[in-house]
Each structure stands twice: as C-alpha cells, then as structure tokens.
C-alpha cells in the first residue's frame, strides 16, 4: 500500500500486526506520552487511542516504532529510494547494470509534487482549540504538535521546488498566545525557513506557511531529512510515497499537502516574537522559554477520517531514534560523495545527536611519509562541521580508515576505545571558540553560542587501556567514587558546581602532575554521580557530552599552552557536572507513572509493554 492519509498507514500497521487499538479513555496530558515512552523502550507496535479525553480525534503513537516498522510501512518504495541513490554515486551504473534500474524513471516521476486546487485536507474547518493538545512532560509550556511538516516559500508565487518542508516546534496553547488565532513557531539554527524569514524581513511583509500533521509517513520523515539545499524535501517525499505529493496552490496561502490529515494557515510577522516554551526535547532537558516567531492563524482544516499522529520527545532513545536509523541506512553510502576522504559520520543519537559526532576518515595524500600525526584528516574535520546540520556538533571524534579497515562507527565503545589507544592529547585537540552550537544545547555561553573541539587521531597504538582501578588514585579532596566506564574512561565524582566558586583545574588537574596514577586512564570524566554516568556507554555519552562546553570544561593534567595550541602532557578531564546555567532534566511526574502503573496492571494487550 502507498498510504495518502493516517488512517491508510494505521490499517496498513493494524493488518500486519504491527498495531494495537486502545479503546479505553486515555489522557493526553502527560499519560498518553508516558504510554508512548514505554511501549517504545519495550519494542512495542503503534499503538492507536481511540478515546482520548476531551478530544474529538483518534491519536496514534509509534508509527516509526522500529527500524523494521519504518522499512514495512515503506517496504513498497524503499529499494527504488535505494537504487535511486546508487545512481547518484555512480550515474555510469545505469549504463552498466541497467537490468537492475528498470524502476527508475518511474521513481524519478514521483519525485515532481502536483498542484491542485483542492484536497482531501480541507473537508472540514475547525478551530484552533479543537486540535489535540498532547503535553509530553510536567513543566512543559502547554501543547505542541510533535509530528509538524512545517511548508514555507520565500515569496508568494514561488515553484514547488522553493517550498521548504520541515519539522519545528510548534506551540499550540500557554504562555502568552491568542488560543484562537496564535500558535508559536520554534525553529532553530541551520534550518531552511530561516532563509523565507530572512526574506521576509528584506521585503517588509510577513510570509505564509501552512503546518499539515499526517498524510503520508513519506511527508514525515522527508520534513527531518537532511537533504542538500536547492534538494526540495517534497521530491524526496514522493519518491518514498510512491506517488506525486499533491500541494493545494493558490493566492492567500503557502502550497497545503493536499493528503494531510490536518492544516494550520497563516502568516508570520518577521518582526514579531512571542515566549514559547519551556519544552522537553531531545537533548533529555528542558529547552527554556525565549522568543521566538508566531504564526498567525487563518484557517485550520482537517480532513474526514482525520487520525491525529504524535510521538515524544525526551532522552533518547525515542521515536525520533528511529528516524536518525532510517535516515542512516538511506543516505549513509552517499557521504563519500558529498564530504571527500570521509568513508561514515555518525551522529550519536545516545548524546542528543548534535553533541557527539564520530566519522571515520583517510590520511590518503602522503602515504608516502609514515607519519602518525593528523594532517588530511584535519582538512575532512573542517568539511564536516561545515556541512549543514553537521556544523552543530561540539565534539568531532574522527579516525583514520587505513589504521583500521573494520572499524565500526556505531560501536561508540569500541570507536572511542581506538581513538583512546592512539591519540596524543599534546597535539590532537583542535579547538573552535565563541562559535554557534544546537539551539536546544544549554552548556554553551548562550542561546545558540559555544564552542567546538576537534579529536582527531592516526597511527599505531601508543598505549594500552585499563579496564580497572589498580591502588589508590590519590585523588584530591572532594573528589571520589572511581568508576571505569569503558576502556580508558574513568568517570568521578566531583563537588557540585557553582557559578562562582573555583574552575576544576584550581580543584583537580592543577593539583596532579603526570606521574600520578590517575594518568592511566587517557580520558577522565568528572560527574555529579559517577554510579549512574558509569552505568552504561548511553550513560556516560549522554551525562559527558550534553553536559560540557569544549573550550570551558576541558581540562588536562600537565596542561600548556604553545603558539595558542591548547594540549596536556596527561590524562584528559571533561567537567561533565550540572552547572548553574544549565536546563534541568526531564523526569516523570509520579502521579502519572502510577496512573499507567494502574493500567499495566489490568492487563490486555497493551500491558505487556507498559
């Protein structure tokens, strides 16, 4: 089936057993995200409420509730999506394997959207408190739609090919906005509209975008893509649909995706910010409230059989970590084409994505030489964090190819444990200072300001790693509790931070020399609770990466400074502690736990993974 609403891609799910209906009533403030949450974290299938409290809509959740979900729902286009991008790689296959690429001209029809004058979307016409109003977590700042396709164009009048397709927060209800007409529109640094809002305010007069929620899942995962700019998302999406993605053209609105489920119309005032938030997001903490864009609301539409998708946004794993997979196994064979030498990245989904990056790179041009200092490598490093979404990334971990021909880049212990054997911390550390980090990101110095580092690593191995303490590490006062949390990587546990108490080189690596046994371990992590960061690899990457601002909490024993190069004679320390600045974690209001509790317990299908 090449689903063209909701309701197809639920009964597509429900017919292969992939899809539980929950017909009892169902909260969807804070107790239908705490359901999703689990069933997720328990393998589960989409699960479809039929009876949500005060809400005249069918919702359903974990529509992308695995990798082998997402691959069924678009088992009928994936391998055309596939073959399509071999031929980007390599267009002479065509020539060469053309018995394998009989599809293809097909596919690359369905990659033109449509015009229309109307659509299934627009049936029906509701008011903006009638939408459902899902709240994810306790402190969160009212409603948000958490599945947006998000359709913006620089200028009235312009192709469907200049329309930007993508996914931002959206505010339905709190704070500040009309609950009539306002709706907040959060979108971050590095994100297409932000060039139709630039626009905009060159002309002096708003811009119109138009929010659909559901149609197509192709429209849902195209609206994350991270495509090229001037690559449209709705080519993409009609490739993946199997058919053209129709858009309702016309004067007084942006194209509305005629198949979706929902639309939001209206315009935004380039010039007008409204608070929006707090918000739990996927970095596992609040995203505080700050200004951000309003849109005004003309009309909002819905079609018949209207289903209302959603998902949650937290500390991954979640929903969205399927898409970070998919999206991987789709475009991953095509990174050598854009970025030269580099062989794979990996945006580790485990530290919110954009704090950790690993890539695997080549020293190629001086085989030549045998040196075991970074050269190539570090021009492969810059390409990245100039490469779209990439460039948000505050810490880059990148090896070379030729050191290891089977190195796994999803297998962060291991990929680190390499890196951790060879690197040399008095030259291999490149800093970027007072540049832009993900918008949700807190450790900076400021809403979208940090900095970056660059670890970048060749040759043979230089040491071997301890996988126990062995005697006493002679720490300093108020230090403790030593845990290893892989090979080389030892997590303690320090005094709490305090925005004006002393740095952690006065506390810690300024009262160590070299020789101290600590120095074993190359890379020390010091944590508030060193138990729970030592815990697991999720543990420790989320607690030492969302945690740490590179140029201000990196530190090392035996630290110097030469020409401006920053490097340590020792082991290297990352102060992962909470500091005064940053958001606060999300956590689980406990009278809905127990509320879902109560519903594991009275068994049914469902229950079995609450």
């Not at 959060?186 to 002309?203: D, S």
């Not at 990587?489 to 006065?506: E, T």
Request: proline share 8%; with cysteine.
């Amino acid at each position: 089936m090449k689903h063209r609403s909701t309701r197809q891609a639920v009964d597509d799910l429900a017919a292969g057993g992939r899809l539980i209906r929950y017909e009892h009533p169902v909260d969807a403030n804070l107790e239908l995200a705490e359901i999703q949450r689990r069933v997720y974290l328990s393998g589960g299938p989409a699960v479809l409420f039929t009876n949500v409290t005060g809400c005249r809509f069918p919702m359903v959740s974990n529509l992308f509730g695995s990798l082998d979900q997402a691959r069924y729902l678009f088992r009928h286009t994936i391998d055309r999506v596939r073959k399509l991008i071999e031929l980007k790689i390599d267009p002479s296959l065509a020539a060469k394997q053309f018995w394998r690429y009989p599809s293809v001209p097909l596919t690359a029809l369905t990659m033109l959207p449509r015009r229309c004058r109307s659509g299934a979307v627009m049936q029906n016409s509701i008011a903006l408190p009638e939408l459902p109003q899902l709240k994810s977590w306790p402190d969160d700042g009212g409603a948000f739609v958490t599945l947006p396709q998000v359709l913006s164009q620089p200028a009235e009048g312009a192709s469907l090919q200049e329309t930007n397709l993508g996914m931002y927060r959206v505010q339905l209800s709190g704070n500040d906005y009309d609950p009539q007409t306002e709706v907040g529109m959060h979108y971050q640094i590095h994100r297409g509209i932000g060039v139709h809002h630039r626009a905009a305010l060159e002309n002096g007069r708003p811009f119109r975008v138009v929010v659909t929620v559901g149609g197509a899942p192709s429209m849902t995962l195209s609206a994350v893509m991270p495509l090229p700019e001037g690559l449209s998302e709705l080519t993409f999406a009609g490739a993946l649909a199997g058919h053209r993605i129709p858009m309702v053209t016309g004067p007084g609105h942006a194209p509305i995706y005629a198949d979706a489920d929902f639309a939001i119309v209206g315009t935004i005032d380039p010039t007008r910010q409204k608070p929006e938030g707090p918000f739990g997001d996927h970095l596992g903490y609040y995203s505080l409230r700050h200004d951000f864009p309003v849109l005004n609301v003309e009309r909002i539409y819905h079609r018949n059989d209207a289903v209302w998708p959603l998902t949650v946004v937290g500390r991954p794993p979640q929903e969205d970590t399927t898409f970070g997979e998919l999206i991987h196994d789709l475009t991953g064979p095509v990174i050598p084409t854009v970025l030269p030498g580099i062989k794979a990245v990996h945006a580790v989904d485990a530290s919110g994505v954009h704090p950790l990056l690993l890539a695997i790179g080549s020293e190629r041009y001086m085989p030549m030489s045998g040196s075991s200092e970074p050269q190539e490598l570090l021009t492969q490093a810059n390409a990245v964090l100039g490469n779209g979404q990439l460039s948000l990334a505050k810490y880059l971990w990148i090896a070379n190819h030729y050191d290891n021909t089977e190195l796994d880049i999803h297998d962060v212990s291991g990929f680190l444990q390499h890196m951790l054997q060879r690197v040399d911390w008095r030259r291999d550390l490149h800093f970027q200072t007072q540049t832009t980090i993900d918008t949700l990101d807190y450790s900076g110095s400021g809403l979208n300001r940090g900095s970056k580092v660059v670890i970048a690593a060749v040759g043979p191995v230089v040491r071997q790693l301890p996988t126990s303490i062995e005697g006493d590490l002679h720490l300093p006062e108020g230090f403790g509790q030593p845990k290893v949390a892989a090979p080389g990587i030892l997590i303690i546990q320090g005094p709490a931070a305090s925005a004006s108490g002393p740095r952690l080189d006065a506390l810690l690596t300024d009262r160590m020399d070299v020789h101290s046994p600590i120095n074993r371990f190359p890379l020390v992590i010091v944590a508030d609770d060193s138990e729970f960061s030592a815990r697991t690899i999720n543990n420790f990457v989320w607690t030492t990466f969302t945690r740490s601002n590179p140029a201000a909490d990196i530190y090392g024993i035996g630290a110097f400074v030469a020409d401006k190069h920053w490097g340590c004679e020792g082991s290297l320390v990352i102060d992962a502690r909470v500091k005064p600045h940053h958001a606060p974690p999300l956590i689980e209001d406990p009278e809905i736990v127990k509320r879902v509790d109560a519903i594991a317990a009275r068994g049914g299908a469902l229950a079995k993974y609450l």
